[in-house]
């Protein structure tokens, strides 16, 4: 399994910016999809942004679709969110996650960074 790192989380007003990284430890992101998902308080977990490994389209959730970026640095073998124009309810605990290309689910998950945007 490929251990995850998530780094970058932290308080930030309504209309800044925060960029999370997820690390890979262990092995490389190769033949997986890895993908940010979030969890606030009382709320179940959800998917945010999501990208191959190995090249191809990204993917994101409609309520951050023009403020979140997902990309890859190949040389740090990291996944980087980049979060602009955040808002209140931005505010969770963001995690990293992967699949391996052709699996179901994401079975593989990092402990988590929280994000907390002030009004």
């Known amino acids: 399994q490929v251990q995850l790192v998530e780094s970058g989380g932290g308080l930030v007003q309504a209309g800044g910016s925060l960029t999370l990284s997820c690390a890979a430890s262990?092995?490389?992101?190769?033949?997986?999809?890895v993908g940010w998902f979030r969890q606030a308080p009382g709320k179940g977990r959800d998917f945010v942004a999501g990208?191959?490994?190995?090249?191809?389209?990204?993917n994101y959730a409609e309520f951050v679709e023009g403020r979140f970026t997902i990309s890859r640095d190949n040389v740090k073998n990291t996944v980087v969110l980049q979060m602009n124009s955040l808002k209140a309810e931005d505010t969770a605990v963001y995690y990293c996650?992967?699949?391996?290309?052709?699996?179901?689910?994401?079975?593989?998950w990092g402990q988590g960074t929280q994000v907390t945007v002030s009004s």
């Open positions: 996650a992967t699949r391996r290309i052709g699996a179901g689910q994401y079975d593989n």
């Open positions: 262990g092995r490389t992101f190769n033949n997986y999809f």
């Open positions: 990208l191959p490994w190995s090249g191809g389209p990204t």
